[in-house]
């Protein structure tokens, strides 16, 4: 009897223990269920953004200074004295108009010396001529390579060129014979006079600085992530500094090919359309380049996050939950509050408008 009481006893005991153990199991899932169930983001209906496309217009903007790309820095020819100025900076000047004349002994000496300059290059071309005619002959004689008559050529055009460059030397020493008479050579204005009347002047010492302010340029430093956006011809607008009211045109006339030295910036040309009297070399000025205008996407700066600085945004799906969307941004944005996407979104996509910090993909949402 003793023995059947305690198997029943066991029996409670071990049935008791089962059911504790299947209670605390239950309650863990119960827990866990719990635990890893989402909760629901509530948003208001203007935290909604709806994507559309819509034109854009993004122009690129750029400070510079105005400059002349015809600038002559004049130099003393011979060694002298001063013995006539007449013109002032800011003198309007014409071509072959007589600007200074310098008085000096060696002026004799100089035309020597570039008329016997000419008599070498003369001398030295003939004799290239003749070993031209002899090579030639010798080529078509297959005693000389093609390689070899090309070198031979070469060194004939090279003689040539300083031939002419000797005679343009010698006619210049000969205009400065006698009276050393300084002239402009183009139409401009003098914007600076490194001289005076009766000083005495060395070989190749300033004189003038003269521009010609009927064709001007503007220099302006670009941020090479910009400048794929930029072609030769496109139009551009600029406002001299401290003038805020007048409005200039302008078009790119040349890019360079490489960034400027310590810097990411490329340096860009523009051609000044019809130049004003007002405008100075050395003026600063601000503008921008007027790009076509493009359809695309414009989001709200702030529905844009990033993780691992690549950037996205919470697409609100159709069921009303969370999925993060990876998206690309362009470099150019509309303003400070907008943001310009070229791929990752289309027309008709709902997305958060303002940025959440804690959510999570898949995250239900609630939209009052």
């Known amino acids: 009897m003793k023995k059947v009481v305690i198997s029943v006893l066991f029996v409670a005991v071990g049935l008791g223990v089962w059911q504790w153990q299947k209670y605390q199991s239950n309650r863990h899932a119960s827990t866990v269920s719990m635990a890893s169930k989402p909760n629901t983001i509530v948003l208001l209906a203007q935290d909604v953004f709806l994507v559309q496309s819509k034109a854009l217009q993004s122009n690129v903007a750029f400070n510079g200074e105005i400059v002349s790309p015809m600038a002559v820095q004049m130099t003393a020819p011979v060694s002298g004295k001063v013995t006539r100025l007449t013109v ?14 310098l008085s ?11 008329q016997a300059a000419l008599n070498a290059a003369s001398s030295e071309l003939a004799i290239a001529e003749r070993n031209l005619s002899r090579q030639q002959a010798l ?50 204005v003098i914007a600076q006079r490194s001289i005076t009347l009766g000083q005495e002047v060395g070989l190749h010492a300033a004189l003038f600085n003269i521009v010609d302010l009927s064709t001007l340029e503007l220099e302006a430093d670009i941020p090479s992530a910009a400048i794929s956006q930029l072609n030769v011809g496109q139009k551009a607008q600029f406002k001299i500094e401290g003038d805020a009211q007048s409005v200039y045109q302008a078009e790119i006339a040349r890019i360079n090919p490489s960034t400027s030295s310590g810097t990411r910036s490329v340096k860009v040309h523009f051609q000044v359309t019809m130049p004003k009297t007002e405008m100075k070399v050395g003026m600063f000025v601000n503008g921008e380049v007027k790009m076509d205008a493009k359809s695309g996407i414009m989001l709200p700066k702030a529905s844009v996050q990033t993780d691992k600085a690549k950037p996205f945004v919470w697409l609100v799906t159709t069921d009303q939950h969370l ?36 959510a999570v993909d898949g995250v239900a949402i609630q939209i009052k």
């Open 323 to 358: 999925q993060k969307k990876w998206i690309t941004t362009t470099d150019v944005a509309s303003g400070n509050n907008e943001v310009i996407v070229s791929s990752g979104l289309q027309n008709g996509d709902r997305i958060v408008a303002i940025p959440l910090e804690h």
């Open 139 to 188: 080529f078509q004689q297959n005693f000389i390579s093609k390689n070899a008559l090309d070198e031979v050529v070469n060194q004939v055009q090279l003689k040539r060129s300083a031939l002419v460059s000797s005679q343009s030397e010698l006619k210049q020493a000969m205009s400065n014979l006698g009276s050393g008479q300084i002239l402009s050579p183009i139409n401009g």
């Open 104 to 114: 000096s002994p060696d002026l004799d000496s100089t035309v020597a010396v570039k």
């Open 88 to 101: 002032q900076e800011g003198d309007a000047v014409a071509k072959g108009q007589l600007l200074a004349k």
